[in-house]
């Protein structure tokens, strides 16, 4: 099956910190994504990529850097973290069918 | 306005019973439909896609959808307490490379 993991699982970090989520794929697909979820939002598209080098601005973009160094691997900077960034990160790869990470929890105190 | 609005926000149902969710979009260029469920503590996993109007049947699982009214629906029968989960429409114009999801509807099936 699949497969996406993701690092750190949980981090608390600061007003104004720096932080950097990572996500890796084993799937071989050429998609990948990074969304928040926020309940009665659901799932939102911050930035996805469809190759290594390759950066697409999703629908809430702002305070969020991405590279995409691999194939595989995927990350999500927050170089100047806020309280309203406070969520559940999710990565995901897809060949159509998406397949989900299990989720990065982040507060920004 | 959410590109991708789905009915209700939660939903009870005894186990055995018919769970129903209902989600439309406000936007034409979509065609591709899916439903994604997610388990508490974990991430999003695929149910169904759903590409052509009118029925798709897998086990438990009916999805409908209507192009022309931009609805698409999911229901599942002989619910089970394993059923309950965040169960997420997801819309895509491109065959799923950049998908928009709705903001989900909770299941809780009771024993």
């Known amino acids: 099956e699949a497969a996406v993991t993701q690092s750190p699982r949980n981090k608390v970090t600061v007003t104004g910190g720096n932080v950097t989520l990572s996500c890796r794929q084993t799937?071989?697909?050429?998609?990948m994504y990074w969304y928040r979820q926020d309940t009665g939002h659901g799932l939102r598209l911050i930035h996805y990529?469809?190759?290594?080098?390759?950066?697409q601005i999703g629908d809430v973009p702002d305070g969020y850097k991405a590279t995409r160094t691999t194939q595989e691997d995927f990350f999500l900077l927050l170089e100047l973290a806020s309280p309203s960034q406070t969520s559940l990160y999710f990565c995901a790869s897809s060949d159509a069918e998406q397949f989900f990470g299990p989720g990065t929890r982040l507060t920004v105190l | 306005q959410q590109k991708v609005q789905q009915s209700p926000e939660s939903l009870s149902v005894p186990e055995g019973g018919m769970a129903s969710f209902n989600c439309t979009s406000s936007?034409?260029?979509?065609?591709y439909f899916w439903w994604y469920r997610q388990h508490s503590g974990e991430g999003p996993k695929a149910l169904m896609s759903i590409f052509s109007d009118g029925d798709k049947k897998e086990g438990r699982f009916t999805a409908h959808l209507n192009k022309a009214s931009l609805h698409v629906s999911l229901h599942i029968r002989d619910s089970q307490p394993s059923d309950s989960a965040l169960y997420f429409c997801?819309?895509?114009?491109?065959?799923?490379?950049?998908?928009?999801f709705g903001s989900g509807t909770r299941l809780l099936v009771s024993p």
């Open positions: 990529s469809y190759g290594a080098g390759n950066l």
């Open positions: 799937n071989s697909h050429n998609y």
């Open positions: 936007d034409r260029n979509f065609q």
């Open positions: 997801a819309a895509s114009e491109d065959g799923g490379y950049k998908v928009v």
